[in-house]
């Protein structure tokens, strides 16, 4: 039982923003950053998104870095970690990248409103975990993916997937590369969108880290309980 760590990595604009109003992957870090991300990546057990960001940008979510592929094959593990797709309704397409790029496990989170024919098919090619009725039930997904070995967790977005981990109290840390460019736009997701919290709600963080990298700034932020 319990849950993994829990992190979010993120790139924003300076405006906070994670992508423009036409909601599609926007490069915003340099190469320091993707390189810095690639090696959290290769340091966790598992990447989680939202299916958003996969209909959007759809991510291979793997390791780009054949010396860290190397390095995780001799420790014993996949080249990659367990990919996992926030989901409720089955909506991943079978060939989607997460399915056909590197090596590994990839894994479905569903809920029970998922159409079973495409549970089935989806069942070919990744393990389905159904948690939660008519939406994914993110508690009860943490202890079972806890459960199967998941002990450090890389949450990859998108602004919708955010909200839901941090208000429901399951993330521990944000590291958010801020890059220096402007995006707008009422409609553009930001680093956590959703309802929002009240003043009462808000989450107070704690500064670990704040790091100039090329033209932009990283940030690492504890979520104080
Ligand atoms: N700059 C960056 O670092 C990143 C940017 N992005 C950008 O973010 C955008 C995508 O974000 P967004 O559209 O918000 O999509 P998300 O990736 O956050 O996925 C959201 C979807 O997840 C599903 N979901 C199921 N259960 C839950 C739950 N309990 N809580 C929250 N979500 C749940 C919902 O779909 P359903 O009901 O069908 O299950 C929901 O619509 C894209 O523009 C992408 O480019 C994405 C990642 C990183
Ligand atoms: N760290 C970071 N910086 C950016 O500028 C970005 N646009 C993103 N996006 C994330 O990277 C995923 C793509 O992964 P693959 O290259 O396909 O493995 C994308 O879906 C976002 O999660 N991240």
């Known amino acids: 039982m319990g849950r993994p760590f829990v992190f979010i990595n993120s790139a924003m604009s300076a405006d906070g923003k994670i992508s423009t109003r036409e909601r599609k992957q926007v490069r915003i870090s340099g190469d320091i ?3 810095r991300m690639d090696a959290l990546r290769a340091g966790s057990d598992a990447i989680m998104v939202g299916i958003g960001t996969v209909l959007a940008d759809d991510p291979s979510l793997t390791v780009k870095s054949e010396k860290r592929r190397a390095e995780r094959k001799q420790a014993g593990l996949e080249e990659n970690p367990i990919r996992i797709v ?9 060939d989607a990248d997460i399915f056909k790029k590197g090596k ?10 998922a159409p079973s024919s495409k549970v089935r098919e989806l069942g070919d090619i990744a393990t389905v975990i159904v948690a939660g009725r008519d939406k994914v039930d993110l508690v009860a997904s943490m202890s079972k993916i806890r459960d199967i070995g998941v002990r450090r967790l890389m949450v990859e977005g998108g602004a919708t997937l955010n909200w839901g981990m941090v208000s429901s109290g399951l993330v521990d840390e944000i590291y958010t590369f801020v ?3 402007l995006m707008g736009g009422i409609t553009s997701p930001t680093l956590i ?3 929002g919290f009240t003043e009462e709600e808000t989450i107070k963080l ?10 932009g700034v990283l940030l690492k932020w504890k979520l104080l309980p």
Do not use: C, Q, T, Y
Request: hydrophobic share 35%; no cysteine; proline share 3%.
């Open 193 to 195: 969108d959703g309802e």
């Open 206 to 215: 704690d500064l670990m880290e704040a790091e100039k990298i090329e033209e």
């Open 104 to 113: 590994g496990r990839r894994i479905v989170i569903v809920s029970e409103s």
């Open 33 to 35: 950053d993707f390189d």
């Open 179 to 181: 890059g220096n460019l």
């Open 86 to 94: 926030i989901d409720s309704k089955a909506r991943i397409s079978p």
